[in-house]
């Protein structure tokens, strides 16, 4: 397990605010964890005492709707830190999370960390400009649900899976979701998402093995209404 102050993840969240004497202590106090695939990491309505820190792999956050559906409502890569609403309030998770694939993670308890919130005030701003930018994507995703067809959105998700996570060796999506997993991030029902994708890879915009998809036709994608 590596130092906190020596890691070159803390480049990505507000950890990099810490003095070194601030991430020695949080390093010396951290534990690691590892999730496999599909391992649930917290579930709605927990209590959790602290904040993970995302060394590698992906996860999701998801909201269960009234009709008992998951909605995904973001992914987590490295670098990313969960359960940054723990720190600033005593209000238990409105999310959970789910390793999409396996995962290592360092586990930093509330306890340590508070005094750092208190005394460093560019880290408490960074950890609140953070929470910020998960609003503004919040709203921004309301914004596209209301006012952007099913394929539109479907077709943004792959977008945003190449362009941010990158393909693996043979050229397909690196994050592999299910169908399921499609339909609740843009918002429709499953049936709806493979008829989509179906629709997609007959018009040869992308192509498939089992979960693997390969997007064969950006520019088409780009522009879909």
Not at 115 to 132: G, H, I, Q, W, Y
């Amino acid at each position: 397990m590596s130092k906190c102050e020596s890691c070159i993840i803390k480049e990505f969240n507000s950890l990099k605010s810490l003095t070194r004497e601030e991430l020695m202590r949080v390093s010396a106090c951290k534990t690691g964890k590892i999730y496999r695939k599909g391992q649930v990491i917290f579930e709605e309505g927990e209590t959790i005492n602290g904040v993970y820190c995302v060394k590698d792999g992906v996860c999701k956050l998801s909201k269960l709707s009234e009709n008992g559906k998951d909605q995904v409502v973001k992914l987590v890569v490295k670098g990313g830190l969960l359960g940054k609403r723990s720190l600033v309030s005593e209000q238990k998770t409105n999310l959970s999370a789910i390793a999409l694939n396996d995962m290592e993670m360092c586990f930093i308890p509330k306890s340590e960390i508070m005094n750092d919130l208190s005394k460093n005030p560019k880290f408490t701003m960074d950890v609140l400009r953070e929470m910020a930018n998960d609003l503004k994507d919040s709203d921004e995703s309301l914004v596209n649900m209301a006012q952007k067809s099913v394929k539109r959105r479907m077709a943004e998700i792959l977008m945003y899976i190449h362009d941010d996570f990158g393909t693996d060796e043979d050229g397909y999506l690196s994050i592999i979701l299910s169908r399921e997993d499609y339909a609740s991030i843009v918002g429709t029902a499953t049936e709806s998402a493979i008829r989509i994708l179906s629709q997609f890879k007959k018009e040869g915009l992308i192509s498939a093995t089992g979960k693997r998809i390969k997007i064969e036709d950006y520019n088409s994608l780009k522009w879909m209404e």
